[in-house]
């Protein structure tokens, strides 16, 4: 009988140690995946930053690029005001001959 007790105490322990280990890696396991999440979402944020000025840089090269176009027309209109305002109708009546179609 003393071998039978002793053979359920050895199968239970071997148990345990057994659950003991599995929990140490399920903690190790989750102790990884969390520091997988953190390295991704920092990546993530990384390149949305990137982005994000990428997108800054490029509206404010934009900006500039209009305000430089802008003031050429301006110059243009102050040197040659009546060629502008010949133009401007020129424009006005083609845009209307256009939006008439077919309509005659």
């Not at 509206?59 to 133009?87: F, H």
């Amino acid at each position: 009988m003393a071998t039978k007790t002793t053979s359920r105490t050895a199968n239970a322990n071997d148990q345990t140690d057994l659950v003991k280990a599995l929990e140490a890696q399920i903690e190790g396991l989750q102790s990884d995946v969390h520091a997988l999440m953190k390295a991704v979402t920092e990546k993530g944020e990384s390149k949305m930053e990137k982005a994000a000025e990428t997108v800054s840089e490029t509206s404010q090269k934009t900006a500039e690029l209009a305000n430089e176009e802008v003031e050429q027309v301006r110059d243009y209109i102050k040197k040659q005001p009546l060629k502008s305002v010949g133009l401007a109708l020129g424009a006005g009546v083609l845009l209307a001959l256009l939006s008439r179609g077919g309509r005659e």
